[in-house]
């Protein structure tokens, strides 16, 4: 203890890092519950509510894990595994279910990955490299808005990538070191188990390192005709344990698909063109489209449904970075010239990343960048690190310039995220994410015995995750956009239970058009609805619709 008291720039570190957590957990935890809960985030964690609670739980494609009389779900949609569900559990039992609960899990996820952005950060270019990433990172809005509603973006597999690629560095860096190797393998499976487009940031960073640190070693061992260049001890009793740790992380996912082959099925029928219509032949087309991810997401305007009006940004971001790119690139050919590849990984990596995700099953979404989040802000951190190195000696005056930059960008994206505030707590949020979902609780807890039906998409695991698992819509919608065969036989059963409850969402907010096959289900059947009961937002929009039969 005295000698960490001794090296006061540990001391300094450690204070640093945690004022920035500080900070950051503050901006986070400002109004939590805003927006509304949005039903991706209920969908991860529903099937822990419904277990909690001795519930029958229906599986994706009827699969699961038996185990005690009870089965667990393996998998939460063809391509996200249940690692939200389960990591929920403590918080959950310790806290409640609620939604404050359920973001405090996503907040403190963050929080890891800003720990790790801070290893990465200071393996590569040194103690105050790290500070600057952790810093840039916490700051951005869209890492701050994400981190609230984590479960939404599957946010969970960018502390695991990020947690393989630590340790794979130290795996490397020692020289083959197994502990290393052996959980950077593990936590690289659970973070594609977790949702497959993980699988985007593995053959990024992978083939960054391959192409940077990798081909100059196996170059050698090409001329010495050995592998002892590698510098790497390694045996097929390591390579076997390692294989059966990274198993281990995709247990998930293969245990999935040998009962349902799910994920295959998707990548099958959605492989040419996505659910949303996305054609995935059009390579040049959709990496132009992921290049606009990256910049909305770094610029922070990608937050629709947060504000009613242009959406908030930092386009200092985007036009900073090229310009520290080319500074650093002439700075590292001309004095730094050994420290080139810190200067091309994050870029190269990124570059990587984004011509993998030109490939979706859905969308593509401004979403998806969430995986790509810290490489942008440990790219900017370690090429700051390396123009303060070239600006020594009688260019040190130029050095102020650096921090110019950086009080800049956290104070521009600061103003964002004040921005982003403001118009929430006026707002409520907007389409899924609107605070409405609230007052249709209210609504249905006036009626707690009534029988209720969702008749649009996501309204049934809001409900369910919102009363704590005590109501449990029967969604009677389906999954397709049209009305599926099945939909009017669901409608007609339905009818047969007294003071029932449907619930849509208004017109402006519908998703799965229901209401005229349903409207034409009961002119059939020789029956009617009383006026339906609006639930607005906080602006006088109407947003959901609760439905009741006449006698």
């Known amino acids: 203890m005295v000698d960490i008291f001794r090296n006061k720039g540990l001391v300094a570190e450690v204070m640093v890092t945690l004022a920035i957590l500080a900070v950051f957990f503050a901006l986070c935890w400002q109004q939590i519950e805003l927006p509304g809960l949005h039903p991706d985030e209920a969908q991860e964690v529903v099937p822990l509510v419904q277990i909690m609670r001795g519930l029958p739980y229906e599986t994706l494609r009827d699969h699961g894990l038996w185990i005690g009389g009870q089965r667990f779900p393996l998998m939460i949609q063809d391509y996200i595994g249940a690692v939200n569900t389960y990591l929920y559990a403590p918080f959950a039992l310790l806290l409640g279910v609620n939604v404050a609960s359920l973001r405090l899990m ?59 690629l630590l340790c794979g560095w130290h795996w490397w860096r020692s020289g083959g070191r197994p502990g290393s190797l052996y959980l950077g393998m593990f936590l690289l499976g659970l973070g594609i188990s977790a949702k497959l487009l993980a699988g985007w940031a593995v053959f990024g960073v992978g083939g960054a390192f391959a192409l940077l640190y990798g081909l100059p070693r196996l170059r050698d061992v090409l001329r010495a005709r050995s592998l002892a260049p590698l510098g790497i001890a390694i045996g097929w009793r390591q390579v076997l344990i390692a294989g059966a740790c990274l198993a281990a992380g995709l247990f998930m996912l293969i245990v999935y698909n040998l009962q349902t082959g799910g994920t295959f099925a998707i990548l099958r029928d959605f492989g040419g063109t996505s659910y949303y219509g996305v054609d995935n032949r059009s390579l ?9 991810n990256l910049r909305v997401t770094l610029t922070g305007e990608q937050f629709w449904y947060l504000t009613s009006g242009p959406q ?124 409405a979902v609230y007052r249709l609780m209210d609504a249905l807890d006036a009626e707690p015995d009534a029988p209720l039906y969702a008749v649009d998409w996501g309204i049934q695991n809001q409900v369910r995750f919102l009363s704590a698992g005590l109501r449990q819509p029967i969604d009677i919608a389906g999954t397709d956009f049209a009305p599926d065969p099945g939909f009017a036989d669901r409608v007609r059963a339905s009818l047969a239970t007294e003071d029932a409850l449907y619930i849509f969402h208004a017109p402006g907010d519908t998703v799965f058009q229901r209401r005229a096959a349903f409207l034409e289900v009961l002119k059939a059947a020789g029956r009617d609805i009383q006026e339906p009961q609006l639930i607005y937002d906080v602006t006088g929009r109407p947003v959901f619709e609760i439905v009741r039969l006449k006698p």
């Open 106 to 164: 996503s907040v403190l996820t963050s929080i890891v990955t800003l720990l790790l952005v801070q290893q990465l950060g200071r393996a590569w270019g040194g103690r105050w490299v790290g500070l600057l990433a952790t810093l840039l990172l916490a700051m951005q809005p869209s890492f701050i808005f994400w981190s609230r509603q984590g479960v939404y973006v599957t946010f969970v597999t960018v502390p695991l990538t990020l947690g393989a």
């Open 312 to 435: 908030y940004h930092n386009p200092l971001w985007w036009w900073i970075l090229p310009l520290l790119g080319v500074l650093t690139g002439l700075a590292s050919a001309w004095r730094a010239r050994e420290r080139w590849r810190a200067f091309a990984f994050a870029p190269l990596a990124v570059t990587l990343m984004l011509a993998s995700s030109v490939f979706t099953v859905s969308a593509l979404w401004a979403t998806h960048m969430a995986i790509v989040m810290p490489f942008p802000a440990l790219g900017v951190a370690l090429w700051l690190g390396l123009l303060w190195c070239a600006m020594a000696g009688r260019l040190a005056w130029l050095r102020l310039s650096l921090v110019v930059v950086v009080v800049l960008l956290i104070a521009h994206d600061l103003a964002v995220v004040r921005a982003y505030h403001a118009d929430l707590s006026r707002l409520g949020g907007f389409l899924g994410h609107s605070a």
């Open 284 to 292: 040049i087309e959709n990496f132009a489209g992921r290049v606009d």
